[in-house]
């Protein structure tokens, strides 16, 4: 190959690796962007009134007086919104039936809007669920409700050809005439007043329990049951890892057994972890009972078993990276094999072994399928380390699946989604890098 076209391949070559990391980068900024903007929104965002009083009412916080200032100047503007409705309820029952019946109907659908924007309304029956307590409690959400409440959605079906249009059409014009047309208007000019919007840091998000499947407060539960599987699976699988890869580097001879065994272990790491799930309820809770039903442990003993594969490989890569004159200098001292394992070719392999180990961490924290049917619940408070051998706890990881594919309001709660998300993806970040901090810090002192 002439010098000519090995500059060109080489020019391609640059070309394409910079090419790739451009487009890498750009598609982490797609996925990124909308996590973080979107995430920040949990704990940053205009609250209402109605927040200032669930978190009085719930969570026993916030300012007394400015809490009941608050709902004295909003109660205020309020007031005429219950005397247009208690007018237009009296002159519905004197309506003839016919036209009673008409009214109700529509009425009926006014009134639910009204409550999902302001709360219950007077003469309503206190509500069971926290969520139908309180109106709304984010100033962008009201706008949503505030809009539900002006306007009726219709659907336009006249072309066959083609799927229904929807458009909007003004409640108002069904009431013209009655006395609660006037309704209206005064709520969209003065739902400000009534609301009373604030902008708000709630740090409650990172440190409170949900309350009503996450309509209010945290995500903390979700976080520490994150933690205590993350960190279970670490205290059985680190050990085992090392352990391993030391047999395999210092002890195992070629042959059979030898190949059978590293044939498993990468066998291992490509199985799908739905499978690990899988093999986690029916070996550790079914065969083994560690725990009656889902527990902590059983979810930790699953996630040890699948990041084993990485953590043997890990520390195996680096105890070969070990130079060989440190195991011959240290036997020429006469120091024993396993004297050598230990005071030499650990400590100087040390780095690579612990990088190996806190990814592996970061990706049992991120997991899912594994923990489904051996550790996590989809609603439940935070447990104490007495409780993580019999006792299942929320996760970050399957709770974000389950807020956003099985949750009966999963539109209402979109800030909470993506405020665990950003959380899952602070932690894994938080922990990738520890390991390089680690990793530099351990490198520098075995050098000095």
């Keep these: 190959m002439n010098i000519g076209t090995r500059k ?35 704990v940053f965002f205009t609250g209402t009134v ?40 009296a002159e519905l029952e004197r309506m003839e039936p016919e036209k009673k019946r008409a009214y109700t109907s529509k009425y009926s659908q ?104 996450h309509f209010f407060g945290g995500i903390w539960p979700e976080i520490q049951g994150t933690f205590f599987l993350a960190m279970g699976a670490m205290l059985f699988a680190f050990p085992l890892g090392v352990i391993a890869a030391v047999y395999f580097t210092e002890y195992a001879r070629p042959g059979f057994l030898n190949s059978m065994l590293r ?14 799930g899988m093999f986690g309820l029916a070996f550790f809770i079914n065969t083994l009972k560690v725990s009656e039903s889902k527990s902590v442990l059983a979810g930790s003993l699953t996630l040890a078993i699948m990041i084993l594969p990485t953590i043997i ?17 240290s036997l020429s001292l006469g120091s024993t094999k396993w004297n050598t394992i230990a005071t030499v070719i650990l400590p100087a392999a ?3 072994i612990l990088t190996g180990g806190v990814i592996s961490l970061g990706r049992a924290a991120g997991e899912t399928a594994p923990i489904i049917f051996t550790a996590a619940v989809s609603v439940g408070s935070a447990i104490g380390l007495a409780d993580v051998l019999s006792s299942p706890t929320p996760a970050l990881s399957w709770n974000i699946y389950n807020l956003a594919s099985e949750h009966e309001a999963a539109a209402q709660i979109r800030h909470v989604q993506y405020g665990m998300v950003l959380a899952l993806v602070t932690i894994v970040l938080l922990l990738n890098l520890s390991a390089i901090v680690l990793r530099a810090r351990i490198s520098k002192k075995l050098k000095a």
């Design 8 to 42: 060109i391949l080489d020019r391609s070559f640059t070309a394409v690796g910079i090419g790739s990391i451009i487009v890498m980068a750009f598609a982490l900024m797609v996925v990124v962007v909308p996590i973080v903007s979107n995430g920040i929104g949990a």
């Design 50 to 89: 109605e927040h200032r009083k669930m978190l009085r009412n719930e969570f026993q916080r916030g300012n007394v007086e400015h809490l009941a200032s608050g709902v004295a100047s909003s109660e205020r503007y309020r007031a005429r919104v219950y005397e247009i409705l208690g007018t237009f309820e």
């Design 110 to 213: 006014t009134r639910t809007a009204l409550q999902a924007l302001l709360g219950p309304l007077p003469g309503d029956r206190a509500p069971m669920l926290t969520r139908f307590k309180y109106g709304q409690t984010r100033w962008e959400k009201a706008g949503e409700k505030l809009h539900d409440l002006l306007y009726e959605s219709k659907w336009d079906n006249s072309n066959a050809e083609i799927m229904g249009k929807e458009y909007f059409v003004s409640r108002a014009t069904a009431f013209e005439g009655t006395s609660l047309a006037p309704l209206f208007p005064y709520i969209k000019g003065n739902i400000e007043k009534m609301l009373l919007p604030e902008f708000t840091v709630y740090w409650g998000f990172i440190t409170d329990s949900s309350v009503d499947s």
């Design 263 to 276: 044939s498993a272990n990468s066998t291992l790491a490509g199985v799908p972890s739905i499978v690990f």
């Design 313 to 329: 490989r890990a520390a195996e890569e680096a105890i070969l990276a070990v130079p060989k004159t440190y195991r011959e200098a």
């Design 350 to 352: 040390l780095p690579g």
